[in-house]
Nanobody, 119 residues
Framework: QVQLVESGGGLVQSGGSLRLSCAAS????????????MRWYRQTPGKQRELVAS???????DYEDSVKGRFTISRDNAENTAYLQMNSLKSEDTAVYYC?????????WGQGTQVTVSS
């Protein structure tokens, strides 16, 4: 049973920073071929969930344009955890952030963590 648990959200002023964590269980990170790419999505009320950042097994990262240069995704395969360092936060970054992995065609999501940026 794959489980993803996000943490690290909260209330921060504009220009501030937060670090989100996503702890994964139920995935055998000791088998390289089973290690999935990990992604962070975010969603605001009335809008579709959007991909913010992704990182491959080998650590290649990709970002949505609006967060490039401000957010950094990373992963620690030994700890089965992915991170999203968010700097220079803006009010438009306010959303629920979700961790995601896709394994054998099945999409897994965490419960989400709220990030609120006050202006």
């Amino acid at each position: 049973q794959v489980q993803l648990v996000e943490s690290g959200g909260g209330l921060v002023q504009s220009g501030g920073s937060l670090r989100l964590s996503c702890a994964a269980s139920g995935i055998d990170f000791s088998i390289r071929t089973s290690i999935p790419a990990m992604r962070w999505y975010r969603q605001t009320p009335g809008k579709q969930r959007e991909l913010v950042a992704s990182i491959t097994t080998d650590g290649t990262a990709d970002y949505e344009d609006s967060v490039k240069g401000r957010f950094t995704i990373s992963r620690d395969n030994a700890e089965n955890t992915a991170y999203l360092q968010m700097n220079s936060l803006k009010s438009e970054d306010t959303a629920v952030y979700y961790c995601n992995v896709v394994l054998r065609g099945i999409w897994y999501w965490g419960q989400g963590t709220q990030v609120t940026v006050s202006s």
